[in-house]
């Protein structure tokens, strides 16, 4: 299953690394592409991942979550 998620305050590749880790540390996620310039993540998943589960990793991050596509 693959989402998009739109998420805000990425600013360098420092931030693309962070995202890329965070999301990967959240069981069931198996693959993460982030592209800085669509400030966004594509994630390929193994099972149903909320909103909620993905909005709190970023958010702990120090980044925010705006959209789950």
Same mark, same amino acid.
Do not use: G, N, P
């Given at each position: 299953? #693959? #989402?998009k998620?739109?998420?805000e305050g990425m600013s360098c590749r420092?931030?693309?690394n962070h995202i890329t880790? /965070?999301?990967e540390d959240i069981p069931g996620?198996? &693959? /993460? /592409?982030v592209d800085l310039q669509d400030m &966004? @993540?594509?994630v390929e998943t193994s099972r149903d991942i909320s909103e909620e589960e993905f909005?709190? @990793?970023i958010d702990e991050a120090g980044y925010?979550? /705006?959209d789950v596509i």
């Open positions: 299953m #693959k #989402k998620l739109i998420i420092h931030c693309v880790e /965070v999301l996620v198996e &693959s /993460v /592409v &966004s @993540a594509e909005r709190l @990793a925010e979550l /705006v």
